[in-house]
């Protein structure tokens, strides 16, 4: 295919491994929370395929307490975007880094001194979890214009009319919302995970990845039996605040190896 | 101001096709609850052209929330103060607020959208003792998210919420008032989007909300133009209304914003002035004036009443700010506690704090309207507000 060329550098990437036959993993951290630097170092020494940094905002909806609070106790040790991104290019890691972050910390400053600070950081893409399609338009031109993928959402509630559309707008990689709520550990894996997962990788070629309620190396698997790969959220964070960043490691090495399985 | 000439000819109308007054509101939600959005508006639009929604909405306001509301003049405090003062009285509309007047159509909404619960936010404990009101009366079950602060400091409508048959949960989150129990109550709603309306208490939020709430609020200024006239023959020189997310504000403004002559005045706490010092920002789903920190941090609003406890407003309000429409000047606490006061003294009515702030305004401002005719909204009563003053006041009195 010559349109290789048009993707960034985390689809690129995605996809290549992907067609290789692995499945994708990508832990989230939360940005500033203490020992979040060596946490993303030993996501990507164990596995890891990509790394999603939290950039904490004061109200995060669609995340649960476990975020919620590591965001709070980050933006009380006065944690700014800046602050993060400063040491992005000091974490010397060698896979692909997006950000996650809500889209007022992106209005503020504006979408284009935004997107440009992600690049200057040396970050790949963005997710921005509370702009749907119909208000992603001047974010996305600046974030085209700036190389920066936008990693869009796609919900379980969407009908089949409005998934190709989201899909279009995607890039980086199809974020699939695995369940109907915020993000926190669950007992099971939802239904809804794998039956959005299918009608996704129906309609796109793009890398699907399950998030939202994956709370565990089991759950990673059977995500992983119909999607691309999943993204590790509040299991993820909750090690950090628990355990510190080692224990992450351990962690994003088990997941690894429960995907990895035939 | 030219900005005004671009304006479409009625300042009533609906936003556009993106939910947006002006530059202002929009609907910034995460991807699941986009349908739902939709289907909320779409039911809306449906809802509100059609006579027997309308008549079933007129039914419950004159049976059952007792409208109209009546007017009353203030001949005491308007000689004290060189005016003509005439309250709208939303506090004697059942469960004491305006806020029974939204409650009640999006609760005949969310049954005609087939829902079977609903889920609010609350500040004061108004609207989710309107909530819960509504949520009995209609056989709905009601689930209230109420910010940890003002469950301390509402206890009484904690209490009447729970004698309502709802459930109310304390959010420990943020800065433990309203902004956090939105936040909640937004989080609850994706969760349990197929089955539960979330009934958003003021002209906030994604489209169709701030529109919606604005609707159902706007039987107050259709009254009080009306009944107005019968009082003085003409039109009102002032209109005054406190501001939180707005929507008591709004049911009154769109009576009088068509009417040039009249001058429309929004009273936010000088502790959560969000267009008085706020700037564009997105917060629970609109773009709106927003109190904010230099990297767009949402800042924690603080006032002495838990209504008015909120860093953004409707996006209506930026509007008709930015267009001079309207002004939104600020009281401290301090003249609130004076406000509360003078009203009960001067009038025998104890108004909500919340309204305490126009009181407030309109007392400051007074000199400069000698001779006016000001109309102000009482949206809400002050019984819930008595602990907490008896504190304030403890050895005053
Ligand atoms: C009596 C009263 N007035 C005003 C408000 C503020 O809301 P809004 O600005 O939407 O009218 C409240 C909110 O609880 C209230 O109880």
């Known amino acids: 295919m010559t349109a290789v060329a048009a993707f960034g550098r985390l689809e690129t990437e995605l996809r290549a491994k992907r067609d290789a036959g692995r499945k994708l993993l990508v832990p989230y951290i939360t940005g500033g929370y203490p020992g979040w630097q060596a946490a993303i170092r030993a996501c990507a020494a164990n596995g890891a395929d990509a790394v999603e940094i939290g950039i904490p905002f004061s109200d995060p909806v669609m995340d649960g307490p476990v975020i919620q609070q590591a965001s709070q106790f980050a933006l009380e040790q006065g944690v700014t975007p800046t602050s993060i991104l400063d040491e992005v290019p000091g974490l010397d890691v060698d896979i ?30 963005a997710i921005l979890p509370d702009l749907p399609l119909e208000e992603s338009g001047p974010w996305c031109e600046a974030a085209d214009a700036a190389g920066i993928e936008t990693i869009m959402l796609a919900a379980p509630t969407a009908p089949d009319e409005r998934l190709p559309r989201v899909t279009a707008r995607c890039r980086g990689f199809v974020y699939s919302v695995g369940l109907l709520g915020v993000t926190g550990e669950r007992e099971s894996l939802a239904a809804t995970a794998t039956a959005l997962a299918a009608r996704l990788k129906r309609i796109t070629d793009t890398p699907v990845l399950v998030g939202v309620g994956v709370s565990n190396a089991e759950q990673a698997y059977q995500a992983t039996r119909v999607a691309d790969g999943v993204i590790q959220g509040a299991s993820v964070v909750r090690r950090l605040m628990d355990s510190g960043p080692d224990a992450v490691g351990e962690y994003v090495a088990e997941v690894r190896a429960a995907i990895d399985a035939p | 101001m030219t900005a005004l000439d671009d304006t479409p000819a009625t300042l009533t109308a609906p936003p556009d096709a993106t939910g947006r007054f002006g530059e202002f509101g929009g609907r910034f939600v995460p991807e699941t609850l986009v349908p739902a959005c939709q289907e909320l508006e779409a039911a ?30 203030c001949h005491n405090l308007g000689a004290q103060l060189g005016i003509r003062l ?74 009447r919420m729970k004698l309502l048959g709802a459930e109310v949960e304390a959010v420990h989150s943020g800065s433990r008032t309203l902004k956090d129990a939105v936040n909640e109550a937004m989080r609850h709603w ?3 989007v197929a089955d539960t309306h979330f009934c958003l208490g003021s002209v906030v939020g994604p489209h169709p909300y701030p529109y919606m709430v604005r609707q159902f609020q706007s039987v107050i200024g259709d009254e009080a133009h009306r009944q107005i006239a019968e009082m003085t023959g003409g039109l009102p020189d002032v209109v005054v209304a406190c501001v939180g997310g707005g929507s008591n504000a709004m049911g009154i403004f769109s009576g009088f914003v068509d009417e040039s002559s009249t001058r429309l005045v929004g009273v936010e706490p000088a502790g959560g002035a969000a267009i008085g010092r706020g700037v564009p920002g997105v917060v629970h789903g609109m773009r709106s004036n927003l109190m904010q920190d230099e990297v767009g941090q949402v800042e924690e609003a603080v006032s002495i009443s838990a209504g008015l406890d909120y860093p953004g407003v409707g996006p209506e ?43 407030a305004w309109i007392k400051r ?14 949206s809400g009563r002050g019984d819930k507000d008595v602990a907490q003053m008896m504190d304030i006041l403890a050895g005053r009195l």
């Open chain 1, 96 to 125: 692909p880094l997006a950000v996650m972050t809500y889209y007022n910390l992106v209005h503020h400053p504006g979408p284009t001194r935004f997107a440009d600070q992600l690049k200057r950081a040396g970050i790949s893409a």
């Open chain 2, 44 to 73: 809306f639009d449906e809802a509100w052209v059609d006579p027997g929604f309308r008549a079933e909405l007129t039914r419950v306001h004159t049976q059952y929330s007792g409208r109209p509301s009546i007017m009353t003049e």
């Open chain 2, 86 to 159: 005439i309250l709208k009285r939303e506090d004697l509309n059942h469960t004491g607020s305006h806020k029974i007047n939204n409650v009640i159509g999006q609760a005949l909404l969310a049954k005609r959208m087939g829902k079977k619960r609903i889920v609010a936010d609350t500040g004061a404990g108004q609207h989710g003792v309107a909530s819960a009101t509504a949520a009995a009366l209609m056989g709905l079950e009601c689930k209230v998210y109420m910010g940890a602060v003002d469950v301390a400091r509402q206890e009484l409508n904690v209490f």
């Open chain 2, 190 to 192: 994706v969760a349990n």
């Open chain 2, 317 to 359: 309000h930026s509007y008709l700010a930015s267009i001079g429409r309207a002004e939104y000047p600020s009281v401290t606490d301090d003249e609130v506690v004076e406000g509360f006061q003078l009203l009960s003294q001067t009038e025998g009515i104890i108004p909500a704090l919340e309204c305490a702030h126009g009181v």
């Open chain 2, 365 to 378: 401002e007074a000199p400069k309207m000698q001779g006016q005719t000001v109309l102000m909204n009482l």
